[in-house]
């Protein structure tokens, strides 16, 4: 056996295996190598395009993209709403210098035709005496008759106030209420006197140039407009039956509502039928001008109580020459706005009925402004009754100071 030194294997393909691993552990570190760095590139790729989103995000918050067209869109509607509540204005206005003018040119008729429409008798000239009239909120004319002397006293106990708290009414509230009345065929008469001690005492009452009776009741609404225009400039006119219960505050909020709308005709409208045979009440004589037999009214607000604004109640002022008078007062009143473009506003708190039905609606919180039986066409019995319902169906004494218009 020979001594010497061992000389490396190799394999069978001829490659030295201390080469071989050498090369297994080269690959393996190139490997790692070439790993990390392409996931440091994508690492890099990844952030910079999250920091490119970032700032994207921060540049449309702190400057954000204006549609440029949309805006001026906006400001070229803007203008137009603009110039459209401006025209609103001018023609308010011109609505209310025409009926300033339509006002004046019937107390210049007025005063031509006749100088003693109402009381007191118009000393000055049409024009003068208008441009001195008081300005209200509303006048309430409570349409009475010489035989109704029990009814007013039952009026003045409820809801109607007198003495000091009439005049407060009056320079505090704006609110004018008076019992409308004529005088009697033979004037100066007994009748006449005795209404003359009763405003006396109450100072409470209109008086008009008016042969009081019953189918005259048309012709004292129409003189009674005309001469509560003359006197009082008010933004509305009421005429309310001596046989009705009224509720002050709700009234004057009711009216509030509409205060600002023209031509404005406002109670509990209805369309009642043509009644053309005699005998009957509410018997139409031109009963034929409404068509056939079995026709019914046009819509018109029912007579016990109803509105109209300033402006209705100058045109009839200035027209009442030329209007027509039916039988029914009522009737009459809305035949009169036929053709005009008046808003026919129907409120049903104007027309509830006496307890239970009122007062329902009062203990629910929702007072009436009037109530009255339908089938009496005032409350029945209103003599008697009215304490009972103003003590059922009352807002209270006190609401009508506490109420703002």
């Not at 009081?212 to 003189?223: A, D, F, I, R, V």
């Not at 009925?353 to 009037?370: H, I, L, R, V």
């Not at 089938?375 to 304490?387: A, L, N």
């Amino acid at each position: 056996m020979k001594m010497g030194l061992s000389r490396p294997h190799k394999g069978g393909n001829g490659v030295s295996t201390r080469w071989v691993s050498l090369f297994c552990i080269a690959s393996f570190f190139l490997g790692v190598l070439v790993v990390n760095r392409f996931w440091a590139a994508i690492d890099a790729d990844e952030i910079d395009e999250e920091a490119s989103s970032l700032e994207k995000h921060q540049s449309r918050s702190l400057h954000p993209v204006v549609n440029c067209e949309k805006k001026a869109n906006t400001d070229e509607a803007g203008d137009i709403f603009s110039q459209v509540s401006q025209t609103h204005d001018v023609i308010r206005k011109l609505d209310k210098t025409i009926s300033s003018l339509e006002v004046q040119l019937a107390a210049a008729r007025a005063s031509k035709s006749d100088n003693d429409e109402g009381s007191p008798v118009v000393t000055k000239t049409g024009s003068e005496s208008f441009k001195e009239r008081q300005k209200v909120f509303f006048v309430m004319g409570i349409m009475t008759a010489f035989s109704s002397r029990k009814r007013r006293e039952s009026i003045r106990e409820t809801w109607m106030p007198g003495g000091n708290e009439l005049k407060k009414l009056e320079t505090e509230k704006g609110i004018i209420m008076r019992f409308v009345i004529g005088h009697s065929a033979s004037s100066g008469g007994v009748l006449d006197r005795a209404i003359d001690a009763e405003d006396e005492k109450h100072k409470d009452f209109f008086r008009l140039n008016h042969i009081e009776g019953y189918h005259e009741l048309s012709s004292k609404t129409q003189t009674y407009f005309t001469a509560a225009v003359s006197k009082w400039d008010a933004d509305f006119y009421i005429k309310v039956d001596d046989d009705v219960h009224i509720n002050l505050g709700m009234v004057g909020s009711t009216l509030a509502r509409h205060r600002s709308k023209p031509r404005t005709y406002i109670g509990c409208m209805k369309s009642g039928p043509v009644l053309a045979h005699q005998g009957v009440k509410y018997h139409e004589p031109e009963y034929w001008k409404f068509g056939e037999e079995g026709n019914k009214y046009f819509r018109h607000a029912t007579g016990q109580i109803y509105a109209i604004s300033k402006d209705l109640a100058t045109y009839i002022s200035v027209h009442r020459h030329i209007l027509h008078r039916y039988a029914n007062e009522d009737v009459s009143l809305g035949s009169w706005f036929i053709g005009l473009d008046v808003q026919h506003i129907d409120e049903r708190s104007l027309c509830c009925g006496t307890p239970p039905d009122c007062e329902w609606k009062a203990q629910a919180g929702n007072p009436c402004a009037a109530s009255f039986d339908w089938s009496c066409s005032g409350i029945c019995k209103s003599v008697e009754r009215m304490e009972e319902v103003h003590q059922r169906c009352g807002e209270g004494d006190d609401a009508i100071w506490h109420t703002s218009f």
